[in-house]
């Protein structure tokens, strides 16, 4: 009742918690470092999952109760159709009355099974610790989830204002080309190819909100708040992360401490051997005692209350081959557990490979992006200032403003690309996000 009690109460306390967040969040831009710890503490997702934990803490308290004592209890009443009697000679005396109660109690306790109940026990525990850190698990995968989400969010936020500066820029020009159009300069032709060309731009710029919005519903649900809810979020300006953590080999170390996966998988390895051990001392016999009270209502016995102590040994001496099939069974799963833990190391350093490849290259495309930015806005105003002066050509000013949005989504795209490395590469050697965006 107590712990029903203070699951209550926790459930309460987060419900407060979760009112809070988003009225703050409502109030102001949404940080990435909120953001986490909002998803950590709202993902419905998590909450699935944690309740895993509650179910084989329940299993351990069943594999816990093998060990304790058994206590039965009974209570009948029997109806014969002819009294019990017993022939001495010539003559019959009842031995029991026709109608009668009885009552029993009986206490069993093992005393000695070679292991079977404790290491089942203890395998259960083992499971249990491996669910808590499944449930860790989960977690850090939305987390990542979340930042990766919250990046694509601010990218697509960026390129909705490249995609804005565009249009404006084709529409500057095409209101200087309908100026110039009016005095006779330029053909209707440069007119025409303009207005074509903003409605392309103003093409794009619908496509980048859409994706801004779809972005933006992306989060909401992994914070499980409202689809349509209107979302801010803060930029972020300068990177946390260390350039050292790119060595390889000290990354994959870090990774075969760290990773929950890893972790897990030798927990479920450690129960697989406990269960083995129970398993085998099946063959082997069980001590137990018992102690029962029995009374029987009957006024022809001379003691109707009786107590008793058995000692006793059990052992199952053929059971078809099932104990010997059952120890296979888990042999064969110990070696399965062994071939995926090694696959999941191989994986996991693929994974870390990949990751400082994306950085390494998202890196050299920021160096060759970053001053191409200048040099194209440099292009464009040397080419609007030519065909004002009636040198230059509209193609050249359009297609200058298309290179300079180009070069732009190139450099954005390049930046994010960075930071979403980033995020994975920490992800991929164990590393808990809330804690490095603290």
């Known amino acids: 009742m107590r712990k029903s009690l203070h699951y209550i109460s926790a459930a309460c306390i987060t419900a407060l918690f979760f009112i809070f967040s988003i009225e703050k969040a409502d109030a102001g831009i949404l940080t990435l470092s909120q953001g986490l710890r909002l998803a950590a503490e709202n993902n419905r997702t998590l909450k699935i999952h944690q309740k895993n934990e509650l179910i084989a803490e329940s299993e351990t308290i069943i594999a816990k109760s093998a060990m304790l004592p058994n206590i039965n209890g009974s209570a009948s009443h029997t109806f014969l159709s002819h009294a019990p009697r017993a022939i001495f000679g010539n003559t019959s005396v009842p031995t029991s009355e026709k109608n009668f109660s009885s009552y029993s109690i009986a206490i069993q306790q093992v005393l000695f099974d070679f292991g079977k109940n404790k290491n089942l026990y203890e395998a259960s525990r083992k499971i249990l610790e491996a669910k808590r850190i499944e449930t860790q698990l989960i977690r850090n ?79 909401n649900n992994i914070l499980s708040f409202p689809l349509n809810r209107e979302l801010q979020v803060a930029d972020i300006q300068e990177s946390l992360f260390d350039y050292g953590l790119l060595e390889i080999e000290n990354a994959w170390e870090t990774a075969i401490r760290q ?180």
């Open 141 to 219: 995968q939305i987390l990542l989830e979340f930042a990766l989400a919250y990046l694509d969010l601010l990218e697509s936020e960026k390129f909705v204002n490249v995609a804005q500066k565009e249009v404006e820029s084709v529409a500057s020009h095409l209101k200087n080309a309908k100026a110039l159009f009016e005095i006779g300069v330029i053909t209707k032709n440069d007119l025409l190819q303009a207005e074509v060309r903003l409605s392309d731009a103003q093409q794009r710029l619908l496509k980048a909100k859409n994706m801004r919005s779809i972005n933006a519903s992306r989060l």
């Open 259 to 438: 990773r929950s996966e890893i972790i897990i998988v030798k927990k479920i390895m450690d129960s697989i051997e406990l269960e083995m051990r129970s398993k085998k001392s099946e063959l082997y016999p069980k001590l137990f005692a018992r102690l029962s009270y029995d009374y029987i209502e009957n006024k022809h016995q001379l003691h109707n209350a009786n107590a008793s102590m058995t000692l006793g040994m059990s052992l199952n001496l053929f059971s078809g081959g099932s104990t010997k099939a059952e120890i296979s069974k888990i042999e064969y799963k110990k070696i399965q557990m062994y071939e995926e833990l090694q696959s999941l190391a191989d994986n996991i350093r693929l994974e870390i490979d990949k990751n400082i490849m994306d950085i390494r290259n998202a890196l050299d495309r920021i160096k060759v992006t970053k001053d191409a930015i200048g040099l194209a806005e440099e292009n464009l105003r040397i080419n609007k200032v030519r065909y004002e002066e009636g040198v230059g050509t509209a193609t050249e000013v359009l297609d200058a403003i298309t290179l300079l949005t180009t070069v732009e989504t190139n450099y954005y795209s390049s930046l994010y690309d960075v930071k979403r490395a980033e995020s994975s590469f920490l992800h991929s050697i164990g590393k808990d996000l809330l804690e490095v965006y603290k």
